[in-house]
C-alpha cells in the first residue's frame, strides 16, 4: 500500500488547510471498516480497515476529495464470540453513522461519499444516511458493483463463502501480502448456500461452527485474484462515484432543477 495518498486524509492535516478544501469544493469520504473483528487464523482484525482506507485513498486521488477518520467500530453480530471482536447495536451504529455523516455536511462539504466494506452494516448505513438529503450523499457498497461480481464469479473456486473466504483473502494478497499467513488459512464447513448466522468457534454441534471464523475457502486465494478483483472493484465505484459527481454538477447549473440521486 502507497503513502502517495496520504495527503487527502484529514486527521493528519490542520484544520484550517481542511477548511480551505472544502472551500474549495472538496467532496467527502467517509470509511467504514471494522478494525476489530475477526478474519480467521490468516488476517488482521484490521482487514476491513485496510480495505477501507486504500479504496478511499484510490477515489479520493481521482476527485480530489477528503477522507474522514475511518469509522473502525460498527455493527458486526455474527463474530462476537472470537476474542477482539467487538460489535455495536445496530440502533447505537446507524445513530453514530448519522451523527458523522451530518456533521460532514455542516462543515460545507457538498457531497458525502459513504464508503462501506461491511455486508451486517449496509442495512443501518442505508437508513443513517436516508434522513440525509439524497443529493448530497451516496453510500458506495464495494461489492455489489457489475464489473467485480462478474469478476468474482469467474474466479471463485469455493463452494460458498462471505467472510475471510478466498475473495476476501485474494483481495489482501494485492493489497497488504506481509499481512497475510497463508500457512494458517484454514476452509471452514459448508455451513448452507447463504450466509449464517453468527459464527461460533467452540459449539461443534453448532450448524455456524468454524474453528478459525472464516466463512469459505481462504487457501483457494491468490494475489493475481486479488488484483482483478481490486482493479473491478474499483472501476465499479469510480464509475458510480463520477455519475454522482456529474448529476450534481448538471443540477447546480439548472437552477430551479431539482435531481433524485439513488
Known amino acids: 500500500m502507497g503513502t502517495d495518498t496520504d495527503h487527502h486524509f484529514i486527521e493528519r492535516m490542520t484544520w484550517d488547510e ?34 477501507a482506507e486504500w479504496l ?16 473502525a467500530y460498527g455493527y458486526y453480530p455474527a463474530f462476537v464470540a472470537y476474542a477482539g471482536s467487538c460489535s455495536l447495536s ?7 453513522v448519522h451523527e458523522i455523516a451530518e456533521g ?3 462543515s460545507g462539504c457538498r457531497k458525502l461519499f ?5 455486508i451486517s452494516t449496509l442495512a443501518p448505513v442505508e437508513r443513517a444516511l436516508a434522513r440525509l438529503d439524497a443529493g448530497k450523499v451516496m453510500h458506495l457498497r464495494i461489492h455489489e458493483g457489475p464489473r467485480y461480481r462478474q469478476a468474482a464469479e469467474r474466479l471463485a473456486e469455493q463452494s460458498h463463502g462471505s467472510h475471510a473466504d478466498e475473495l476476501e483473502t485474494s483481495l489482501m494478497l494485492a493489497l497488504v501480502p506481509h499481512l497475510v499467513d497463508m500457512a494458517r ?3 471452514s464447513p459448508a455451513i448452507g448456500k447463504e450466509a449464517p448466522g ?18 469459505g475457502d481462504p487457501t483457494l486465494a491468490t494475489s ?3 488484483e482483478i478483483l481490486l482493479a473491478t472493484m474499483l472501476d465499479d465505484l469510480r464509475e458510480k462515484v463520477a455519475a454522482f459527481v456529474t448529476d450534481r454538477t448538471v443540477a447546480q447549473q439548472r437552477p430551479g432543477t431539482t435531481r433524485s440521486v439513488s
Open 18 to 51: 481542511v477548511a480551505r478544501h472544502i472551500a474549495n469544493g472538496a467532496a467527502a469520504i467517509l470509511p467504514v471498516g471494522a478494525a476489530a473483528k475477526e478474519h480467521g487464523f490468516h488476517l488482521p482484525l484490521n482487514t476491513d480497515r485496510i480495505q
Open 56 to 71: 478511499a485513498s484510490q477515489l479520493a486521488e481521482r476527485i480530489d476529495a477528503l477522507i474522514w477518520p475511518t469509522l
Open 90 to 96: 445496530s440502533a447505537t451504529f446507524e445513530a453514530v
Open 104 to 106: 460532514i455536511l455542516g
Open 114 to 118: 459513504v464508503l462501506n466494506t461491511g
Open 185 to 187: 488459512a484454514e476452509p
Open 198 to 215: 453468527p459464527l461460533t468457534p467452540v459449539d461443534t454441534n453448532s450448524p455456524n461452527y468454524s474453528r478459525c471464523g472464516s466463512y
Open 224 to 226: 493475481a485474484k486479488g
